[in-house]
């Protein structure tokens, strides 16, 4: 078991709606990294925090905004949702903050399901 | 923009059979690349990366600068490697980097 734990595994929610996914990291481990996984574009990089901060992004919505609090788990906040929001939800850990100085340990993730 | 593609979707072959799963990318940088597993009903896994030149579970991988690939190989396809593979492209640049996944490519072993 890799340790990364995501809550809840399943979320069925309508749009236009809001949800919040929760990670927590293995222990030990500094950085967090949120995914989508998504039939059409495959498995994406959203965010990244490290020790509480924001340290990369990648595609990202405007409609998201995630945050890692001081005892390192962290919030994905998806808002005003849309169908196209319906993805399998990702989160992943390592020990540092470079995307591949360390091993990433990902979470079973978060099935989103938009109706 | 970086991009990485994975030309298969799906790839069969036979128990013993050699097996290459192909990686092509594109960056104008200097690449980090991975290879990333996801076995059924398992969590998604780092299979290797290629600054480690290492061999794990028999699969290697070059990076063909030249040719931009960075193909998985095994000599011998075991029926347990059957699984979802991906290959994903780091980009740094300061305090901004990217990993890119491709679409992935999935593969199985027959007996």
């Known amino acids: 078991d890799s340790g990364v734990t995501q809550t809840p595994k399943h979320l069925i929610t309508a749009t236009g709606q809001r949800v919040t996914l929760r990670c927590s990291p293995r222990?030990?481990?500094?950085?967090v990294y949120w995914y989508q996984q998504s039939l059409d574009q495959g498995l994406q990089f959203l965010i990244q925090?490290?020790?509480?901060?924001?340290?990369a992004k990648g595609n990202i919505l405007e409609r998201f905004s995630a945050q890692q609090f001081p005892d390192l788990h962290s919030e994905l906040n998806l808002s005003s949702l849309e169908l196209g929001d319906s993805a399998l939800y990702f989160c992943?850990?390592?020990?540092?903050?470079?995307?591949?100085?360390?091993?990433?340990?990902f979470g079973p993730g978060t099935r989103l399901t938009v109706t | 923009a970086q991009r990485v593609t994975q030309p298969e979707k799906l790839l069969s072959v036979f128990k013993g059979a050699p097996v290459e799963l192909k990686c092509n990318y594109s960056?104008?940088?200097?690449?980090?690349l991975f290879w990333y597993v996801q076995y059924s009903r398992q969590r998604l896994q780092l299979l290797l990366r290629?600054?480690s030149r290492e061999s794990i579970k028999g699969f290697t991988a070059d990076l063909n600068k030249g040719e931009t690939s960075f193909h998985l190989k095994k000599p011998f396809a075991q029926e347990e490697d059957s699984a979802m593979y991906y290959c994903?492209?780091?980009?740094?640049?300061?305090?901004?980097?990217?990993?890119?996944f491709g679409k992935g490519t999935l593969l199985t072993v027959n007996p």
């Open positions: 222990s030990g481990d500094l950085s």
């Open positions: 290629h600054i």
């Open positions: 960056y104008s940088g200097s690449p980090e």
């Open positions: 994903a492209l780091g980009r740094s640049g300061g305090s901004n980097y990217k990993l890119t």
């Open positions: 925090y490290y020790n509480g901060e924001e340290r």
């Open positions: 992943a850990s390592s020990v540092g903050g470079g995307a591949w100085d360390y091993e990433q340990y």
